[in-house]
T-cell receptor, first 112, second 111 residues
């Protein structure tokens, strides 16, 4: 998986609980992305980062925040998880804009 | 909102046959990419075709792009059971290389 790890790989939590997902890369790529994948919707971009401390919103950013304090780590936080955030979350990295992205193995999150 | 829309949603063929998947999109693009996802795994990049290219090959894969029709096709020749997966097209055009994915085509290759 191109030097990308995600943790945890599986998580079950309760509504209203804060949750943080971590993406870690060893490729020194500038761009990092968080997507969610849901049946019938494909992959949708949540947030992305184009450098340390440089982040921006994607298509479905409501209820999510991100942080990138160093090149290798990109954190996705659900401040107060809701059942609608039950999904599979994928992190991806890219060396430059307009080129291919490399995906991590995914985190399956269930919010009860 | 979805940019790329794959067609068909599901495709079932026999080993050795060719598989063709189509993708339509709505706005202008910088490039179009195809990804494969095996069940329960992350996406794997297959091929990228830029907006000024019309056709590209990689092994058993052939991708075409028609920007006038805003469509692309992915052809997998001589399919194998290991090609069983979901295939997604993704269009790139955002300022930071953001990709917009379609909902995918689920390909089943029967031995």
């Amino acid at each position: 998986d191109a030097g990308i790890t995600q943790s945890p790989r599986h998580k079950v939590t309760e509504t209203g609980t804060p949750v943080t997902l971590r993406c870690h890369q060893t490729e020194n790529h500038r761009y990092m992305y968080w997507y969610r994948q849901d049946p019938g919707h494909g992959l949708r971009l949540i947030h992305y980062s184009y450098g340390v401390k440089d982040t921006d919103k994607g298509e479905v950013s409501d209820g999510y925040s991100v942080s990138r304090s160093k090149t290798e780590d990109f954190l996705l936080t659900l401040e107060s998880a809701t059942s609608s955030q039950t999904s599979v979350y994928f992190c991806a990295i890219g060396g430059s804009a307009y080129n291919e992205q490399f995906f991590g193995p995914g985190t399956r999150l269930t919010v009860l | 909102s979805q940019q790329g829309e794959e067609d068909p949603q599901a495709l079932s063929i026999q080993e050795g046959e060719n598989a063709t998947m189509n993708c339509s999109y709505k706005t202008s693009i910088n490039n179009l990419q195809w990804y494969r996802q095996n069940s329960g795994r992350g996406l794997v990049h297959l091929i990228l075709i830029r907006s000024n290219e019309r056709e590209k090959h990689s092994g058993r894969l052939r991708v075409t792009l028609d920007t006038s029709k805003k469509s692309s096709s992915l052809l997998i020749t001589a399919s194998r059971a290991a090609d069983t997966a979901s295939y997604f097209c993704a269009t790139g055009g955002g300022s930071q290389g953001n990709l917009i994915f379609g909902k995918g085509t689920k390909l089943s290759v029967k031995p």
